[in-house]
C-alpha cells in the first residue's frame, strides 16, 4: 500500500496568511493527487485533482503543486470560511486509494 | 448537480448484519461510479468499496473483504452496502461519493452527508 504523510497534522494562523500543507506518498504517484477540505459534521469537499487543478467552483486563492512524491497545497489570504481540515487523497490506484491524515487549520 | 443521501446507519452488535444504502437524486446516478468511504477519529478517512459505472466491477479494501457487498438498483437510484460479520474497528461514519474522470484524473466530486455505524455490545 501506498503511505501517505501530511505534514504539519495542525497549524495555527490568521485571517490573510498564507498556509502550505505538504503530503508525501511513500512511491510516486505522478499527478494522481487530490485535495480536500472538511468542515466538523460535513462531508469533505473536493478543492484540487490532478496535484493542481482546481475543482469548480473553488476560490483562486487555493493552489496545488507537486508531482511523484511530493505535494503541496497552498492557501493564499487566508479567509475566514478557510478554517477546516484538510486532507491528500492519492488516485494512483484507483478505485483503491488512500488519504492522508489530515492538517487541520485553526485560528491563531 | 446529483446529491446522495445516506441511510441505514444504526448501533449493531458485534457479528450483526446492517444494510447501507445511498439514494441519487437523478437518474443518471445509475452510470456512475460510486464507492463507499468511511471515516473514523482514529484512522482517519479510509476507501471501503467501489462499484463501477456499468455496475459490472466491484472493490474491496482488504479489511472488509468477504463481509461486505456493495450493490445498486437501477429502479431506485441507490447504492447499497451490506455489511455482514460487524466488528468493532467497522464503527464510523460512512459515506458514499461518485468519482469523476477528467482529462485522465480520478477524484471524487460529491459526497453524502454521511451515515453513522456503531458496532457495540
Known amino acids: 500500500d501506498i503511505q501517505m504523510t501530511q505534514s504539519p497534522s495542525s497549524l495555527s494562523a490568521s485571517v490573510g496568511d498564507t498556509v502550505i500543507i505538504t503530503c508525501r506518498t511513500s512511491?510516486?504517484?505522478?499527478?494522481?493527487l487530490n485535495w480536500y477540505e472538511q468542515k466538523p459534521g460535513e462531508a469533505p469537499k473536493l478543492l484540487i485533482y490532478?496535484?493542481?487543478t482546481l475543482h469548480t467552483g473553488v476560490p483562486s486563492r487555493f493552489s496545488g503543486g507537486g508531482s511523484g512524491t511530493d505535494f503541496t497545497l497552498t492557501i493564499s489570504r487566508l479567509q475566514p470560511e478557510d478554517f477546516a481540515t484538510y486532507y491528500c487523497?492519492?488516485?494512483?490506484?484507483?478505485?483503491?486509494?488512500?488519504f492522508g491524515g489530515g492538517t487541520k487549520v485553526e485560528v491563531k | 448537480e446529483v446529491q446522495l443521501v445516506e441511510s441505514g446507519g444504526a448501533l449493531v452488535q458485534p457479528g450483526g448484519s446492517l444494510r447501507l444504502s445511498c439514494a441519487g437524486s437523478?437518474?443518471?446516478?445509475?452510470?456512475?461510479?460510486l464507492s463507499w468511504l468511511r471515516q473514523t477519529p482514529g484512522k482517519g478517512l479510509e476507501w471501503v468499496s467501489a462499484?463501477?459505472?456499468?455496475?459490472?466491477?466491484?472493490y474491496y479494501a482488504d479489511s472488509v473483504k468477504g463481509r461486505f457487498t456493495i450493490s445498486r438498483d437501477t429502479s431506485k437510484n441507490t447504492l447499497f452496502l451490506q455489511m455482514n460479520s460487524l466488528r468493532a474497528e467497522d464503527s464510523a461514519v460512512y459515506y458514499c461519493?461518485?468519482?469523476?474522470?477528467?482529462?485522465?484524473?480520478?477524484?471524487?466530486?460529491?459526497w453524502g452527508q454521511g451515515t453513522l455505524v456503531t458496532v457495540s455490545a
Open positions: 437523478e437518474s443518471s446516478f445509475n452510470t456512475f461510479a
Open positions: 462499484l463501477s459505472g456499468s455496475g459490472s466491477t466491484t
Open positions: 490532478g496535484a493542481s
Open positions: 512511491e510516486s504517484i505522478g499527478s494522481y
Open positions: 461519493a461518485k468519482r469523476m474522470f477528467a482529462s485522465g484524473d480520478d477524484a471524487f466530486d460529491v
Open positions: 487523497q492519492q488516485s494512483y490506484t484507483t478505485p483503491r486509494s488512500g
